[in-house]
């Protein structure tokens, strides 16, 4: 149960944020519960949307960062996202039952990817702190510098829904998974 009020309808949603619900919208069909509860700031709402499009136009293919926002919500123990990436890499991403539940302990059956992941894992559980062996195993693995500032944008990204889900209680609105299930 959410902790605090989720707009029914864009048309419930403060003002400033309906246009970026509307965006939303457009985008998935939908708007999941995580928009909705996120719009009762619309400048959080805007800086999340920013963030997620800027760092999608990165490099790093959508296996990676769902590989790495899988990762990400199992450390941080964030069902909704679990749940909501869950999908997004089985359905967008077109990873297997095997590759998720390896991305969510923390490794990838893909050499290249292990590495990313690894590095996350790294990254959530040392608070962003990282050693110049950790940089350069995942430059060794194959990513360039721009990929590695990517990975990092897409840890705070993940790890600011993870906290939003957490501290609001957002229902989840996706095929349930559970971070203690792994």
């Known amino acids: 149960m959410s902790r605090i009020e989720i707009p029914v309808s864009i048309d419930a949603a403060p003002a400033a944020a309906r246009p970026l619900l509307e965006g939303v919208k457009k985008a998935l069909g939908s708007v999941p519960n995580l928009f909705r509860i996120t719009a009762n700031s619309p400048a959080a709402l805007e800086g999340y949307l920013a963030l997620s499009s800027a760092v999608a136009k990165g490099t790093l293919t959508p296996q990676t960062r769902e590989r790495i926002a899988l990762a990400v919500a199992q450390i941080n123990g964030c069902d909704y996202c679990l749940a909501a990436h869950t999908y997004l890499a089985r359905n967008v991403a077109k990873l297997g039952d095997a590759e998720i539940s390896a991305n969510r302990a923390g490794g990838s059956s ?57 501290a609001l209680g957002t229902p989840i609105d996706f095929p349930a998974v559970s971070a203690s299930a792994a």
Do not use: C, M, W
């Open 110 to 166: 893909d050499p290249k990817a292990d590495a990313a992941v690894r590095f996350v894992t790294k990254l959530v559980h040392e608070r962003g702190r990282a050693s110049d062996a950790d940089v350069a195993a995942v430059k060794q693995a194959g990513y360039t510098e721009a990929e590695v500032v990517e990975i990092v944008a897409h840890v705070a990204l993940n790890t600011l829904t993870n906290y939003l889900n957490e």
